[in-house]
Nanobody, 115 residues
Framework: VQLVESGGGLVWAGESMRLSCEAS????????MGWYRRILGKERELVAI???????DYPRKMRGRFSISRDVAKNTIHLDADNLKPNDTAVYYC??????????WGRGTQVTVSA
């Protein structure tokens, strides 16, 4: 399984951003897909998650500014973020899990938010 993220880069505070993650297999083969991030010096944290039926969930601190969606035809999930802040600067990782063989990670994409 390969998960390839795209869409990272340098953005200004207050701007919006879309990240994409293309899977090498049908996204319906995964029980869960989602996005995590790792801020420099901190533990990796969950940003958004989506179940196979399309249900979504977000940690409380991520609600309102982050939105996960999917394009089934392209085996792709997206992460949209609004009103970005400098402390959103992190490496964002795509994640997928299925019961038969565990979890998979993308290599990550750097997002830098400049004030």
């Amino acid at each position: 399984v390969q998960l390839v993220e795209s869409g990272g880069g340098l953005v200004w505070a207050g701007e919006s951003m879309r990240l994409s993650c293309e899977a090498s297999e049908s996204i319906f083969s995964f029980n869960v897909m989602g996005w995590y991030r790792r801020i420099l010096g901190k533990e990796r944290e969950l940003v958004a998650i989506m179940g196979v039926s399309g249900d979504t969930d977000y940690p409380r601190k991520m609600r309102g500014r982050f939105s996960i969606s999917r394009d089934v035809a392209k085996n792709t999930i997206h992460l949209d973020a609004d009103n970005l802040k400098p402390n959103d600067t992190a490496v964002y990782y795509c994640y997928a899990r299925r019961e038969t063989d565990g979890g998979f990670w993308g290599r990550g994409t750097q997002v830098t938010v400049s004030a």
